[in-house]
């Protein structure tokens, strides 16, 4: 269905009363017509007059000129709306003030009862509490940049830059700000938090990490709080399973690292009606969590690769169409980017029907250390005998991060495919490749290390890439992934190593979607440190955030006949024809 495109008009402040009596305040951008539409509602607490990028994949101009009234609404304590914001509190508030918001969408005189959501990563997480909730005239969702699940979201943990210090002095200096006319907080604390905000890879340099400037101040929570953010978060991401009702369009990027497949498939297995498990779907870009042009980090992506270009906001356009306003048009359950390749694929689930998952097993004679290693992947079986490769992890001296998946730029790490030389030509890096391709191989799925591990201390982390390595020698990485030594039996079942004793771990690094040329080698890179991106783990067996020195560790990856060590690769033996372009809405 196409609709023509209408006169807007922009009311600003539009008030609503909560249950408990709070005033929260909308912008509401609808149709300069007589008549009633279906709404689509974002929840934001990143100010709703300013902030567009969380919803990007659908904007309200255009919304509203296909015949959609589009509210945009400050959640309770940010910017106009009133009340206290807990922002570990991703729930409960959340899904009683987002069930009264659809609710009051779905009674203006302007709508005709039918209400969808919109946005991205913390606005992801208001539509996923209002679907919790469970309002009638709700219809459908559309989070994105939140499809992670909550094993990978708890194994990963919170990124120290880019987050712990990053994103928490920009809420730092909202405080900042509305307390200096009060004389509740001084210039010093201003200059504080934009010093961290301008360099947060400085600030994140303090041990313990208890002692984080920027977190002790201003009402901000403590080093040790931001981990009750993360489980309150993967706890959320699991939420499906209790019983949403309706249909979500899933939205993300290969390098955002909040992405994946995990919440589409959770939610088509286990959501609690048929229209929202055969409704739900997933697109995935060549993205990250902050961008979405035609290139990301060292790569281009083609005219088609940026959000625009692939036709993105049509495609939300025609999903809200058919949610809310019983349109004919479907989407393919799965549409993809292949990076390389720059072309738009289409598939009916995920993983793909068809995918292949090779298992590429590690090799060495026992000197897998730096990018002029022994390390071998192959699809050869191990044999026995082969050694171990070791290695010294020092917290004080950690790996540098470069190239990871960033939620937020402005530090150090910067996001994105970058060449991985600095990193590898260390003597703390493992690094395993294999010969090169003979043919075109495409690989699109999620990426699984599975490895033995020793170490002498009583924690570790264990940090790895899957990287892609050019004729000319260039290394670029594709995917990344952390786990916890002492989480490796699951995050509520800690388990310290015993020194030399040997345990299995596997790495989950996302997926990634990336054609493989002939000539064109893989790579895995091994480490325990990433510094900044990642908290320097300091091996004592202690929590996060009290110590303020670590200790050296000696660890080992074990490849042999009875610790095979291999990488999962999700290779597609017949990759899709290139998919249509969607036309405009």
């Known amino acids: 269905m196409r609709m023509a495109n209408h006169s807007i008009r922009i009311d600003h402040d539009v008030e609503m009363k909560t249950r408990d009596g709070v005033t929260l305040r909308a912008d509401v951008y609808r149709p300069d017509a007589p008549g009633r539409y279906p709404a689509i509602l974002s929840r934001t607490p990143y100010n709703k007059s300013a902030h567009m990028d969380p919803i990007r994949y659908c904007l309200p101009l255009p919304a509203a000129r296909a015949g959609f009234a589009y509210v945009i609404q400050d959640i309770r304590g940010r910017f106009a709306s009133e009340g206290e914001w807990d922002f570990l509190d991703l729930t409960s508030a959340n899904e009683a003030d987002g069930y009264d918001a659809v609710e009051w969408v779905a009674s203006q005189p302007w709508c005709d009862g039918h209400v969808g959501m919109a946005g991205g990563s913390y606005v992801a997480e208001t539509q996923m509490a209002a679907a919790t909730a469970n309002p009638p005239s709700l219809g459908c969702i559309a989070p994105s940049l939140m499809g992670m699940g909550k094993d990978r979201a ?31 907080a001084s210039l010093e604390d201003l200059q504080g938090v934009l010093q961290a905000m301008v360099r947060p890879d400085l600030a994140a340099q303090v041990l313990p990490l208890n002692n984080l400037a920027i977190l002790k101040s201003h009402d901000m929570p403590g080093y040790e709080l931001t981990e009750q953010l993360v489980e309150n978060a993967a706890a959320h991401k699991g939420i499906q399973e209790a019983g ?3 249909p979500a369009l899933w939205t993300a990027g290969w390098y955002d690292n909040a992405g994946g497949a995990e919440q589409f498939t959770t939610m088509r297995a286990k959501a609690a009606t048929d229209i929202a498990r055969s409704g739900t779907r997933l697109i995935m870009g060549g993205w990250t969590h902050n961008y979405s042009l035609s290139f990301v980090g060292s790569f281009g992506l083609g005219g088609l690769g940026s959000s625009e270009g692939g036709g993105i906001p049509a495609l939300h356009l025609r999903y809200y169409d058919r949610h809310l306003r019983g349109g004919d048009n479907d989407l393919a359950p799965v549409r993809y980017f292949v990076m390389r390749a720059n072309e738009w694929r289409e598939a009916t689930d995920w993983p793909i029907p068809g995918t292949e998952l090779q298992r590429w097993y590690l090799h060495s004679r026992g000197s897998a250390a730096t990018n002029e290693s022994d390390g071998v992947l192959s699809l050869d079986s191990p044999s026995a005998g082969e050694p171990e490769d070791s290695y010294s992890s020092d917290p004080h001296d950690p790996v540098p991060s470069w190239g990871f998946r960033v939620m937020y730029t402005g530090g150090t790490t910067v996001c994105g495919p970058f060449d991985q030389h600095r990193v590898e030509r260390r003597d703390d890096v493992l690094v395993y490749t294999s010969a090169p391709f003979q043919d075109p191989t495409e690989v699109v799925g999620d990426i699984r290390l599975h490895l033995f591990i020793a170490s002498t201390a009583a924690d570790t982390d264990v940090i790895a890439k899957l990287c892609v390595v050019s004729p000319d020698g260039t290394s670029i990485n594709l995917a990344d992934g952390k786990a916890r030594a002492l989480h490796r039996n699951g995050y509520d079942t800690p388990a310290p190593l015993n020194a030399g004793e040997v345990v299995p771990m596997v790495i989950e690094l996302g997926p990634t979607g990336y054609l493989f040329e002939p000539g064109t080698r893989l790579r895995v890179q091994i480490a325990s440190t990433a510094f900044p991106h990642w908290a320097r783990n300091l091996q004592t067996g202690n929590s996060l955030g009290e110590d303020a020195v670590g200790v050296v560790a000696r660890n080992s990856v074990f490849h042999d006949e009875v610790h095979a060590s291999y990488l999962e690769l999700p290779v597609q033996p017949e990759p899709g024809p290139m998919a249509p372009p969607p036309l405009p809405f």
């Open 154 to 184: 708890l194994s990963q943990g919170l990124p120290l830059e880019s987050m712990t210090v990053g994103w928490m002095a920009g809420l730092a200096i909202d405080k900042v700000v509305k307390l200096l006319p009060l004389g509740q």
């Open 244 to 246: 949403w009702h309706v």
